[in-house]
Structures are given as structure tokens and as C-alpha cells.
């Protein structure tokens, strides 16, 4: 979730959507009502896209500096592993000491594993590391269409799949198949974004949306009421990822169209900057909104997590500045970002 900054323009509104993304995701783990969970469904691919963009121009500069992919991969793994692994330690260290509780075996190597069969929230970590992962790969291949036909022959093969529910309940198969192939074809729009030209994106929303409305009729014929795109999340499938491209396109076009002062806002810089352990923060301050038993109103639930997590990251990030004054110490960077 680490932002790369620059004085052109695309970068901050891309930093602007990135902040729009984590502020989703937060918003989709209290008890809001049913039709802005379902709106704000785009969250999750908005921040693969986005991040997968970002991605481009890190690895482009690894590239320029003669380095290897494998050193592009150890970097970015150890920026969004090593971090959630320090914060899952804290995380089952309070629960521990306020509880005395354990869970199983089992549960602690899924979380450290980073599926959502532990703790939960930590899949999305894994999300971007599988996109780090695929970037050497589609650097390697670029827009060939030799390589496009591939990604779309893969993913219809991947859709067949879901729809016939082959290996859902083998904990290993969901957490890399039918994660990496969905994912990975959002990592590729994202880290292609700079390259399209105005036709092809063109293109991507007229179907992406015409997907999605065909998809929800279908959706509701067979269910008998309106369904959020949610429903194909789990694994991720057409309905959800049409949904997730139709929608994280349109904000890129709006964004780079339209230059606001809000993307240059020092708020919204700090949070995409910061957007990693923000969101790390969060689980624990849901976790003790629950506990306290606080006003269950959506709204004041969804405030107090966010500034909260806000808070404690910037408090930790003043005690880190304070500490460096003295010595720099390289491991706690892993505190910041």
C-alpha cells in the first residue's frame, strides 16, 4: 500500500483513489446498511488497480537501476509482509493478555499465512503481494496480443471453475487459484493503464458495465430480489469484478480529468502514504469498538474506527520520529508505511 510520490498531477489524484479505496474497505467491516455496503463493493479492485499502477513506475525505476525482478519481489514483500506480521504478533499478544484465551494452531498459521481463514482482514495483504508477484511477468510481455488471448483463455478457464465449484474447500486452492487468476487479471489493467489509449479504455467501461448489468438481471432473475455484486466475491467472479473494473476505470477518468484541490490535501496524502498500517490499526480499533459495546449507529461506528486508526498511526509514526532523532534504526520502517 505504499504510495510513490511525484510533482505531476496523475499522482496525486492516483494517491487520491487510493485513499478513496482504504477508506471503502474500512467502511466495509462495520454494520452499515445493505445498500452502501453494495456501492462501495468496488473497494477492493479500485485498490489492486490502483496499487498495480503505482507498481509500474516502482519497478520501472528498479529496471532503469539494472536491478533483478527478484530484488523488486524480495522489497515488496517484506514492505507488506514483514509489517502485518509485526501487527498479527501485537494483535494475538493483546488478545492473549486480556483474555488468557488461545485459538488454535491452525488459526495462527492461516493468519500469519495471510487468508482470510484466520483472522480475516489480512487477505487483502496477501491480494497485493500475488500482484507483485505477476509485475516482472507482465513487464516481461507487456500489450502482446499473444499474452492478452492468454490472460483471457486462463480466465475463462477460471470461471468454469467457480462455476463448478471445484477445490472451493481446499483452503489451499482457494488462496492461490482463485485468488491469484482475478486478482492478477485487475493487477494487469492496472499496470497497463498508462498504455491504453482512450479507445481501449473506452472499451473496458462499455463492457465492464454492460457485464455487470446483464449480470445483476441474472443475478436477480435467479434470486428473486437485487443482488450486491458482493455475492461473487467469494471466490471473486464476473459479476463482482465487472463491477469492481467498470467502476475503478470511471474514477481514473474522472480523476485525471478533473483536477481537484482535494487530491493535493495533506490529509489525503498522509492516509495514502500511511495507508498500510492505517488499515492494520483498524482491525484492533473495530475489535475494541465491539468490545466497549459503542452506540451501534453505522455512521458514528464508521468515524470513530477511521480517526481512531488515524490517530494511533500518527502517534506511532511522532515516537518513531522521536526515536531516529537519536538513531536510525532500518527496522523501523516496517512501523511506518
Not at 28 to 39: D, E, S, T
Amino acid at each position: 500500500m505504499n504510495s510513490i510520490h511525484s510533482k505531476k498531477q496523475h499522482i496525486y489524484y492516483i494517491d487520491f483513489l487510493k485513499f478513496i479505496g482504504l477508506v471503502l474497505i474500512i467502511f466495509a467491516h462495520i454494520n452499515a446498511p445493505g445498500w452502501a455496503l453494495a456501492i462501495r463493493t468496488f473497494d477492493v479492485p479500485l485498490m489492486v488497480i490502483v496499487s498495480s499502477f503505482l507498481a509500474s513506475k516502482s519497478y520501472a525505476k528498479y529496471e532503469n537501476q539494472g536491478k533483478f525482478p527478484i530484488q523488486y519481489l524480495i522489497h515488496r514483500i517484506k514492505r507488506l509482509a514483514v509489517p502485518t506480521w509485526i501487527f498479527l504478533l501485537l494483535y494475538f499478544s493483546l488478545h492473549f493478555l486480556f483474555t488468557k484465551e488461545l485459538f488454535s494452531l491452525k488459526y495462527y498459521i492461516s493468519s500469519f499465512c495471510l487468508t482470510r481463514y484466520g483472522i480475516g482482514y489480512v487477505w487483502v495483504i496477501l491480494i497485493y503481494i500475488y500482484s507483485a508477484i505477476l509485475i516482472p511477468l507482465f513487464n516481461k510481455f507487456k500489450l502482446s496480443s499473444k499474452f492478452i488471448i492468454s490472460i483471457l483463455a486462463i480466465y475463462i478457464l477460471y470461471e468454469t471453475t467457480c462455476f463448478l465449484k471445484l477445490g472451493e474447500n481446499n483452503i489451499l486452492i482457494d488462496t492461490i487459484f482463485y485468488y491469484i487468476i482475478p486478482y492478477g487479471c485487475l493487477t494487469f489493467l492496472g499496470y497497463n493503464y498508462d498504455s491504453f489509449s482512450k479507445k481501449v479504455i473506452h472499451i473496458l467501461l462499455i463492457t465492464s458495465f454492460a457485464l455487470f448489468i446483464i449480470l445483476a438481471f441474472i443475478m436477480w432473475y435467479i434470486h428473486g430480489s437485487p443482488q450486491s455484486p458482493s455475492i461473487a466475491k467469494y471466490p471473486p467472479q464476473l459479476y463482482y469484478l465487472s463491477y469492481g473494473i467498470f467502476v475503478s476505470f470511471l474514477l481514473l477518468q474522472f480523476c485525471k480529468r478533473y483536477n481537484l484541490k482535494i487530491y493535493k490535501s495533506k490529509l489525503v496524502n498522509y492516509i495514502s502514504r500511511h495507508s498500510l498500517w492505517i488499515y492494520l490499526w483498524h482491525i484492533i480499533t473495530l475489535k475494541l469498538y465491539k468490545i466497549l459495546n459503542l452506540p451501534q449507529i453505522w455512521y458514528i461506528e464508521f468515524v470513530i474506527i477511521l480517526v481512531s486508526s488515524l490517530f494511533i498511526t500518527f502517534v506511532v509514526n511522532k515516537l518513531l520520529d522521536l526515536i531516529e532523532k537519536k538513531r536510525k534504526y532500518t527496522f523501523l520502517s516496517y512501523l511506518r508505511g
